[in-house]
């Protein structure tokens, strides 16, 4: 399975922008697709997933209320919308995936068998 981000750029703060996440094949309804982003100087962290293709939704604290993951099936694509970013929402953003995934290992970065290349996202203040 591989996984393609996109969708990153150069924004303004409180400005929005959408990343996708393309997955190579059909993965059947047990696989979880995450983000996570690592900012600068920073360890890579877990903003998001939907959890085993279904309506299940996770975010981390520091973006709730500001970004939503939602999923395309037909397109076998995952979304991340990010509305009123942040200076520190600046990072390079990966999208994982995993066949196996449990919920208590939802953030955990180790847990994720697949990951995408990265896209940059970057907020001026």
């Known amino acids: 399975v591989q996984l393609q981000a996109s969708g990153g750029g150069l924004v303004r703060a409180g400005d929005s922008l959408r990343l996708s996440c393309a997955v190579s094949?059909?993965?059947?309804?047990?696989?979880?697709v995450a983000w996570f982003r690592r900012g600068p100087g920073k360890e890579r962290e877990f903003v998001g997933a939907?959890?085993?293709?279904?309506?299940?939704?996770y975010y981390a604290d520091s973006v709730k209320g500001r970004f939503t993951i939602s999923r395309d099936n037909t397109k076998n694509t995952v979304y991340l919308q990010m509305n009123s970013l942040k200076p520190e929402d600046t990072a390079v953003y990966y999208c994982?995936?995993?066949?196996?995934?449990?919920?208590?290992?939802?953030?955990?970065?180790?847990?994720?068998?697949?990951w995408g290349q990265g896209t940059q996202v970057t907020v001026s203040s």
């Open positions: 994982a995936g995993s066949q196996t995934m449990i919920l208590s290992n939802l953030r955990n970065v180790a847990a994720y068998a697949h």
């Open positions: 094949e059909r993965t059947g309804s047990s696989y979880t």
């Open positions: 939907a959890f085993r293709w279904s309506s299940a939704t």
